[in-house]
């Protein structure tokens, strides 16, 4: 598997992540948010959580994927 696709995959990994802990908090009750707040924080979260991961692979805290 390619570097590129190994890379796609783990970000839709990382969006789905991101989604299970937003639903996570809605059936908790922790938020009260509609779709669009949903998918505003997705779309803030999922890049920041991404960066971050890069960034800890290319320290070496992380092993890299390729």
């Not at 996570?24 to 779709?35: N, T």
């Not at 997705?42 to 991961?53: E, G, K, N, Q, Y």
């Amino acid at each position: 598997m390619s570097d590129t696709t190994k890379r796609g995959l783990r970000t839709l990994a990382q969006a789905s992540f991101v989604a299970a802990l937003i639903a996570l908090a809605k059936a908790f009750g922790w938020v009260q948010w509609d779709e669009t707040q949903t998918a505003a924080v997705m779309a803030v979260l999922t890049p920041v959580l991404t960066i971050a991961h890069n960034a800890l692979e290319d320290t070496g805290m992380l092993p890299s994927t390729k």
